[in-house]
């Protein structure tokens, strides 16, 4: 072979990887396997096994870890690099349940589709480790561990999560008691409260209840445990859908269906009792600090308390119920001048009035006429339109405020006065308690809904002089046109102003200041900074009994059932009576007999319906009864027909990465122990398991928080070795595209563009040009098959890489790969004689030039290689081969080095050239090479040489010589004196290393 095949050599060393298996690795107490070499895990976030397959954008984090992988190994590492496929989900089930075709006939097809184009890329992974949680014994395990969150709960004692048997245990002993109120009550191993004045009023033993109280209590404290919760309900699709599957308009992100909100039984995950620890150990972990971010963001940690409004009289009907709110700035109390409570809110057909209290505004309404609407109807209409909204579009920032009056009132615990009760789409069920105090002075929503409905607006904190300064002042805009020491005389009156009259801003003072107006007979917080007017207004409210200080949380805890066939069976049984109804005890299947493997099923399509109220049947609940109903010990149970949401098997995957073969472990220990516990380099041990996690940053909170989660629970429990499953983690960028839109907003196939005079044609219509994500449906998709099939995978892999830094967005430009292929091509050049064949790699002995330019490139490359800074690495590579181009044959000891560090990047063309050059084997094992720091000092440097402040010369001298000697040859030198010639050196200043100076007339 003369010139350079790509695709002959690709495919064989591909073979050669596969046949010899070459990127296997074992387990401790494997043959052959050296537990004492240092490991390293590197991981990717496996894929969807779309049906489209891949396009040019999704390998770029891919091949950025397999070069990871093969530096480790040529480091001396054991490298674990799994792949694996997130199989189970809607799209694959919609796509099965359109084209009449079983999900896992089309999910299989897909994987062996991406699986073929993975292996194209030459990425290193063991294939022997594959996994699809679509695997029947893989999603055993994950049922398994659904298993741990059910029998375990929260001991808030230790802070972890402890087995539920711990907990029955210390309920039998008398240890714990169950309050009047459900909760329980630490009463000391020997019940010693009982002994010193009896237990707390109302208090019951674990044996005062029955089978089902003692469940139902068990139930308020399991990890895993059913409640009846608002969700998003999607009847065309027959499904709950997360929050991120539902557009701003409240239809499904799949097929543009209407979703509603209603209360659907689910069982749901207990995550918030890990928020601290899920927010604090992000201090544990290598993480990107806007991901960090994020997630503390998403758990939305604050303290505040809560606060207790009595309801009013409602006419001739008296409620005892009080509201319960969540304020993180009890401070402002004073300010609340109305209430609302979400649509939701389970008080709200309680308190609503059977008539508009006289002189109710008729824009509280709900803008209906009084006469032909009452409250009862307008909230019914308003909870409707509520429904048919997502909680992105009710919380947007933008949105016109809307609410309906409830005609009731409630009382202000500070100061005493009745204020309206709204309900509002603006608030939500799913946060805090779904019921505010509104302050409009300091909330800038508030503010605006006040300002709609002519609600109060009361100032209790007092802005800063800043604040002042940056606002305009509505009413009298002249303000705003006052100097600086004008505007310092009126900050008196203007501050007194604001204090009356809020109103004539614009915005919100949200901000700490001073409190004022805060004062009743018994407590004053006026003058008082806001953290300590907020300890002392909390401190009354707790004397009073009508508040008390809160810990509260953004993050809610986890919805994880669907009504969908496309998933993991849960391992739950529910006992049925004598007329197969539910009686409500439920029953774990037996760790022993899982997996519950989906039945087959002819029809495994939701019940859809227009009715946005017809009960839910999931396609499970159309199987055989042989599946569906299990006998035990004479009692018959329904299994539990929903699934496991997607997230579910992707949030475990990279431990059964460790050990995929285990059938008797979901990971064996000392596999588990090796691969999860790294050694820091200042001492001790990593917090995170897995080395590199690489992915997109759209998975910051929900798979990452959701994998910690469950990471954290097999912690607690003993069967991890790490609190934390990701040591570093690194999101890459993306590849970015060009995509065309005719006049009519169709997108037009982007390979078929013309450019001329600055604008954009397709078949003689002008479009105009986007950059955004690649996808089929843009039109703009590069598939990688086209991209090898014309360049090769090598050159591939090093444009994807040299577009720019790894963890930024670059655009895709088709043309710009030839440039890679140039290099290429270039190099193989270098090495094989085009004409013959021959190998141009020789023994003769590297010139010093030669030796100085490998040994920089190894410096640079290896640093670079460390902080995945590919493209410089690549550069430099580029720079030494045009270097080396020169030279009619290559140096074996310069020709070795430079195929070994290109051997990451461009695997095919090193394993050919290190063939060629003679060696046996493979390449992906053999050493990195080693920099010799000597041929990094350099004998000579060049300064530049000023005259009078302008370079005027350039000499070399020795790099270690002083300013005498330098100053010597700078004079002596032929330009310089041509410069100087005929004037008198004044001064001569030498800067060494750096410049020399010279200052002559």
């Known amino acids: 072979m003369s010139n350079y095949d790509h695709t002959e050599i690709e495919a064989r060393w591909q073979e050669y990887w596969a046949s010899n298996q070459t990127f296997r690795v074992g387990n401790p107490g494997d043959a052959g396997f050296d537990a004492s070499k240092p490991k390293y895990y590197v991981l990717d976030m496996f894929p969807y096994p779309s049906g489209v397959g891949l396009h040019v954008g999704h390998p770029l984090g891919y091949i950025a870890t397999d070069i990871v992988a093969r530096y480790k190994r040529m480091r001396g590492f054991n490298v674990l690099h799994p792949m694996g496929f997130d199989a189970f989900g809607l799209p694959a089930e919609q796509f099965a349940v359109e084209h009449g075709v079983h999900p896992r006939v089309t999910t299989e097809q897909n994987i062996d589709n991406m699986t073929r184009q993975l292996r194209r890329l030459g990425l290193s992974y063991d294939w022997d480790r594959c996994i699809s949680t679509t695997d029947v014994d893989y999603y055993k395990w994950t049922q398994w561990i659904f298993l741990q969150l059910y029998n375990s709960w929260f001991d808030p004692s230790v802070n ?55 469940e139902a209590l068990l139930a308020e404290y399991r990890l895993a445990y059913l409640a009846e919760v608002p969700v998003n309900w999607c009847p065309a699709l027959g499904t709950v859908l997360a929050n991120e599957e539902v557009t701003n308009e409240g239809r499904s992100e799949r097929g543009n269906h209407p979703v509603f909100k209603r209360p659907l039984r689910q069982w749901m995950l207990r995550i918030t009792t890990f928020a601290d620890r899920l927010a604090d150990d992000l201090e544990m972990v290598a993480w990107p600090e806007a991901i960090k971010s994020m997630q503390r963001y998403w758990i939305g940690r604050s303290e505040g308390a809560h606060v207790e409004f009595r309801i009013s009289d409602l006419g001739s009907r008296m409620s005892q119920e009080t509201i319960r709110v969540y304020t993180t700035r009890p401070d402002t109390l004073f300010g609340a001048t109305y209430m609302v409570l979400a649509p939701e809110h389970p008080l709200v057909d309680e308190l609503v009035a059977d008539e508009w209290p ?107 002089d800043d604040w002042f300064r940056e606002n305009t002042y509505e009413k009298e805009p002249g303000y705003a046109e006052l ?61 009073k009994g009508v508040g008390s200080f809160k810990v509260q949380y953004k993050l809610r805890d986890w919805l994880f059932s669907r009504q969908r066939y496309w998933g993991e069976p849960f391992p739950i049984l529910h006992e049925l009576d004598a007329d197969g109804k539910h009686t ?102 990593h917090a995170g398991g897995v080395d590199l996690y690489v992915g997109g940053a759209e998975h910051a909170v929900l798979h990452l928080l959701y994998a910690r989660f ?41 390979t078929k563009v013309e450019a001329r005079d600055g604008k954009y044609f397709i078949e003689g219509d002008e479009v105009t040009r986007s950059l955004g994500k690649m996808g089929k449906s843009l039109k703009n998709a590069v598939s990688p098959d086209e991209m090898c099939e014309q360049h090769g995978c090598d050159t591939l892999r090093l444009y994807e890489m040299y577009m720019g830094p790894l963890d930024q967005s670059k655009p895709w430009e088709t043309q710009d790969i030839v440039g890679l ?26 010139s010093e030039d030669q030796l100085r330019a490998l040994h920089k490139t190894i410096a640079k490359v290896t640093d670079d290689m460390e902080r995945m800074s590919y493209n410089t690495a690549i550069a430099s590579l580029i720079e030494l081969n045009n270097a080396l181009v020169q030279a009619a044959t290559l140096p074996r000891a310069v020709a070795e080095p430079f195929v070994l560090m290109l051997a990451p990047m461009a695997p095919h063309l090193a394993e050919e050239l290190w063939r060629r050059m003679g060696h046996d084997g493979t390449i992906a094992y053999e050493s990195w090479p080693a920099v010799d720091q000597k041929y990094l000092v350099e004998d000579e440097v060049e300064l530049p040489v000023q005259i009078n402040g302008k370079v005027r010369a350039r000499i070399k001298v020795a790099s270690d010589a002083d300013k005498d000697a330098i100053e010597q040859a700078v004079l002596a030198d032929a330009e310089v004196q041509k410069q100087i010639d005929g004037k008198t050196v004044r001064k001569t200043i030498v800067v060494p290393g750096r410049m020399v100076n010279i200052v002559a007339n």
């Not at 505010?436 to 809904?449: C, G, Y």
């Not at 949030?651 to 990971?667: A, E, G, K, P, S």
């Not at 954290?712 to 991890?720: A, I, N, S």
């Not at 292929?821 to 790699?841: A, H, M, P």
């Open 160 to 214: 972890r999560a402890r087995p539920i048997s711990e907990l029955i245990a210390r309920l039998r002993s008398g240890e714990i008691d169950v309050s009047i109120d459900g909760g329980l009550v630490d009463v000391g191993a020997s019940g010693g409260l009982d002994a010193i004045g009896g237990a707390p009023i109302g208090a019951r033993k674990w044996h005062e209840l029955d089978a089902t109280q003692q």
């Open 821 to 846: 292929s140039r290099f290429v091509k270039r190099v193989w050049r270098n090495f094989v004689n085009v004409e013959t064949g021959d190998l141009l790699v020789n023994d003769d002995a590297p």
């Open 358 to 464: 006289e002189g109710t505004p008729e824009s509280w309404k709900g803008g209906a006429k009084s006469e032909i609407r009452n409250p009862k109807s307008a909230i019914a209409a308003y909870r409707a339109e509520a429904e048919a909204r997502s909680d992105v579009d009710r919380m947007a920032e933008t949105k016109t405020k809307t609410g309906v009056f409830t005609g009731a009132t409630a009382i202000n615990p500070v100061n005493g006065q009745a204020i309206p009760i709204w309900i509002a789409d603006y608030v939500l069920m799913g946060y805090g308690t779904g019921a505010i105090m509104a302050v409009p002075a300091h909330d800038q929503r508030d503010m605006e809904f006040a300002k709609r409905f002519r609600l109060p607006i009361k100032p209790v904190v007092m802005p800063s």
């Open 483 to 543: 100097s600086d020491e004008q505007w310092k005389k009126s900050l008196h009156s203007i501050r007194g102003l604001y204090s009356r009259d809020p109103d004539m801003y614009a915005v919100a003072f949200t901000g700490a200041g001073e409190s004022i107006n805060s004062a009743n007979s018994e407590i004053s917080i006026d003058g008082l900074h806001t953290p300590d007017a907020k300890r002392k207004i909390t401190a009354w409210l707790d004397e």
């Open 584 to 685: 409500g005890r439920i029953r774990a299947v037996d760790a022993g007999d899982l997996p519950v493997e989906l039945p087959p099923m002819d029809d495994f399509s939701p019940t859809s319906s227009d009715d946005p109220n017809a009960p839910p049947r999931p396609p499970l609940a159309r199987s055989g009864d042989e599946w569906r109903i299990v006998e035990i010990d004479g009692v018959k149970y329904e299994r539990e027909l929903n699934t496991m949401p997607q997230w579910a098997g992707s949030c475990w995957y990279y431990l059964r990465f460790i050990d995929n073969r285990n059938d008797d472990r979901f990971v064996g220990q000392a596999a588990e122990d090796y691969w999860m516990v790294s050694e820091k380099k200042s001492g001790g041990m």
């Open 710 to 750: 469950w990471h954290k629970v097999l912690f607690d429990l003993g069967h991890v070795s790490t609190p934390e499953p990701f040591g570093k983690l690194f999101n890459q960028g993306y590849i970015q595209a060009y995509s065309y839109q005719d006049e009519r907003g169709i997108y037009r196939d982007a």
